[in-house]
Nanobody, 117 residues
Framework: QVQLVESGGGLVQAGGSLRLSCAAS????????MGWYRQAPGKQREMVAS???????NTADSVKGRFSISRDNAKNTVYLQMNSLRPEDTAVYYC???????????WGQGTQVTVSS
């Protein structure tokens, strides 16, 4: 029923930029807070950035000032703009949707981001 599809990952040199997109379908998008998470091999999945239903945002300390999250409710899409990328940003990045009040959440399949030195 619920579908989240990430795109925009790839290989980039340190200092470069990427823009990830997550397209949502089969949900009432405005009812959901959205987030980007990442997981590197051997590490726990961690939240990178989140955006509320009203547009307020939070970013992890490790990416603050470099990454920004935004949403376009008309397009049912959330974005992660990643600038000044570092090798330690290398991970699979996942899109998450959390429904207001219920706590129900859904995950995309992930997109690989690799940052070379």
């Amino acid at each position: 029923q619920v579908q989240l599809v990430e795109s925009g990952g790839g290989l980039v040199q340190a200092g470069g930029s990427l823009r990830l997109s997550c397209a949502a379908s089969r949900i009432t998008f405005s009812y959901y807070s959205m987030g980007w998470y990442r997981q590197a091999p051997g590490k726990q999945r961690e939240m990178v950035a989140s955006i509320s239903r009203t547009g307020s945002t939070n970013t992890a300390d490790s990416v603050k000032g470099r990454f920004s999250i935004s949403r376009d409710n008309a397009k049912n899409t959330v974005y992660l703009q990643m600038n000044s990328l570092r090798p330690e940003d290398t991970a699979v990045y996942y899109c998450n949707a959390e429904q207001a009040y219920t706590g129900n959440d859904f995950w995309g399949q992930g997109t690989q981001v690799t940052v070379s030195s």
